[in-house]
């Protein structure tokens, strides 16, 4: 999938590009499996920003995703959608009784096609399986954490994890996009191949507005602020780097005095026996 170029008729357009919707068969999704969306601008229940610069945007509404497609069912692709909520592409699936699904569209999908879930079925792309009957070395993604509870990780454009070995005990392990070896139970189900769009990390934004119609509002800088507004700020006499005034040389901060920058905050002392090769260790190598 290429990235689409533009002429620099404007500053904002010298330079942006965009994704290419060639791929994408229709502009009209499944009324029944849309859901409208409260714009929460990363507000909490309290109405307390929680996550901040969100707010705004293009009113989108939300593709019922079905992540556990249940086993034994085959479907057949109908359309390859465009979908405002992810940077991947879904597809519109259909079963023999008429149910439709919207599942996410990996490398090669192609309208007509015919996928399968279920444990004794062929290992080809978009087909849903268990890892345990899954060959080495595969390509996978959407993979299961909790049997049953449906796919949560590796679900972005152009992300795939791959297969690597089968352990004791019922696990496998399983090289992330990320870089890290983790077990998973060999019970959870992962589907084949690449997730599509995967030039989406490409595209130029190319002015402020795009990512207005995104939802993603203005971040400033802590270097430009005073001193007590955040821990970069500040700086007699002149710009200083992170850290102005006195200040200046020490640590990079978040504005609550958060060390960030290659500072590790993973706490999940319930998951990390399941890590067998850490991402950081995988950078440095």
Request: proline share 4%.
């Amino acid at each position: 999938m290429a990235i689409k170029q533009y002429n620099p008729t404007t500053p904002g357009r010298r330079g942006m590009t965009s994704q290419d919707f060639s791929g994408i068969t229709t502009r009209k999704p499944l009324r029944s499996l849309l859901v409208a969306q409260k714009r929460g601008s990363g507000r909490n229940n309290q109405g307390r920003i929680t996550t901040r610069h969100k707010g705004g945007g293009a009113r989108t509404f939300y593709r019922k995703m079905n992540f556990n497609l249940a086993a034994d069912t085959t479907v057949t692709i109908e359309h390859i959608e465009y979908d405002p909520n992810r940077s991947a592409r879904i597809a519109r699936v259909k079963e023999a009784n008429g149910t439709y699904h919207y599942i996410l569209a990996a490398q090669g999908m192609k309208v007509g096609q015919e996928l399968t879930s279920g444990s004794d079925i062929a290992i080809e792309i978009g087909n849903r399986l268990p890892l345990k009957n899954i060959p080495l070395g595969s390509t996978i993604h959407a993979i299961e954490l909790q049997p049953g509870k449906g796919a949560q990780i590796v679900r972005s454009a152009g992300n795939s994890a791959q297969l690597m070995g089968r352990g004791e005990e019922g696990y496998v392990q399983v090289r992330l996009p990320s870089g890290e070896v983790r077990l998973f139970l060999d019970t959870c189900t992962a589907s084949m191949g690449v997730i599509g769009n995967e030039q989406h990390q490409n595209v130029k934004i190319g002015k402020a507005g795009r990512n207005r119609h995104l939802g993603k509002r203005p971040s400033v800088r802590g270097v430009v602020m005073n001193a007590a507004d955040h821990p970069h700020g500040g700086g007699d006499g002149g710009r200083h780097g992170i850290g102005g005034g006195k200040n200046h040389g020490s640590a990079p901060k978040t504005p609550w005095g958060q060390k960030t920058l290659g500072f590790k905050t993973r706490r999940r002392k319930s998951t990390n026996k399941f890590i067998v090769r850490s991402r950081h260790a995988a950078k440095r190598k």
